[in-house]
C-alpha cells in the first residue's frame, strides 16, 4: 500500500504532505509529524505502515520539502520559521478531518522528536480535536491542563538528546495537570531508535514500540 504526496492550504500559501489511505473506508485519521529530519521516507513509509492497519495518515510537511542527511543540517532547519510550523501543524486537523476517507471523530497525533514537541502544542491548542497522543523521544514543556487527550511515550533509557530525568520530570508535570500519560522506557536504547535510516535503530524496541501503539491507537 503507498501514499501519495498532496498539498493543502495554510493561511493562503501552498504546503507540501503526505497521505496515506487504507482500502476500507470511513478510518480513524492519525496525524504524523516528522522528527527534525524533516519528512523523509521513514515517515512516509511510517504513513504506509499505518494505513495498512486501517487508518488514514497523513504527514505535513514543516520544512517546505527539505530534508536533513546530517545532525548538522538538521540542527540547521530545526529552528526556522516557527510560526510558519506551528500554522502547518495547527492546520493539519482541518484537512485531516475533511478527507472523506476520515471518520467523523477526533483525531491522533503520532510525533517524533521535534515532532513529538509539536504533538503536545497541537494537543493544547486543538483539544477538542485530538484524542490520542504518540510521543516518540521528545517533550515539551507547556500548559498540559489544556490536554483532553491520552498520552503514550516511547523514550530511550540512554538519550543524550532527551535526558531521562526530563522525560520523568515531564511525565510528573502532566499528571499533576491531571492527565494519566503511559511512558515506556527502552533498556539500552538510544535516541532515533525507532528509525530504521539511523545507527541508533533497534529493531527489537521499536517492533515494540509499534505493536503498543497501534494496540493505544484502537484502544
Known amino acids: 500500500m503507498n501514499g501519495k504526496d498532496i498539498t493543502f492550504d495554510v493561511n ?91 471518520r467523523k471523530e477526533a483525531l491522533s497525533v503520532i510525533g517524533f522528536s521535534m515532532g513529538a514537541a509539536w504533538s503536545l502544542v497541537l494537543a493544547s491548542e486543538r483539544p477538542a480535536d485530538i484524542r490520542k497522543v504518540v510521543l516518540f523521544y521528545g517533550s515539551y514543556g507547556i500548559d498540559f491542563s489544556k490536554i483532553q487527550a491520552d498520552i ?3 523514550y530511550a533509557d540512554t538519550d543524550e538528546w532527551e535526558p531521562l ?22 533498556p539500552n536504547t538510544k535516541h532515533w531508535f525507532f528509525e530504521e535510516d539511523r545507527p541508533e535503530y533497534d529493531p527489537q524496541a521499536a517492533g515494540l514500540a509499534w505493536e503498543r501503539t497501534l494496540e493505544f491507537l484502537r484502544g
Request: include cysteine.
Open 12 to 102: 493562503g500559501q501552498t504546503t507540501a504532505g503526505y497521505l496515506a489511505v487504507p482500502a476500507q473506508p470511513d478510518a480513524p485519521g492519525v496525524i504524523v509529524l516528522h522528527a527534525w529530519w524533516g519528512l523523509n521516507s521513514i515517515f512516509r513509509s511510517l504513513c504506509d505502515r499505518l494505513a495498512a492497519e486501517g487508518f488514514v495518515a497523513f504527514a505535513p510537511d514543516l520544512y517546505n520539502g527539505k530534508v536533513a542527511k546530517t545532525i548538522d543540517e538538521a540542527g540547521q532547519l530545526v529552528d526556522r520559521e516557527q510560526d510558519r510550523k506551528q500554522a502547518i501543524v495547527t492546520a493539519a486537523p482541518d484537512f485531516l478531518r475533511d478527507r472523506p476517507e476520515v
Open 152 to 154: 503514550l511515550g516511547h
Open 165 to 186: 530525568d526530563d522525560t520523568r520530570a515531564m511525565e510528573t508535570d502532566m499528571r499533576t495537570a491531571g492527565l494519566k500519560p503511559t511512558f515506556h522506557i527502552y
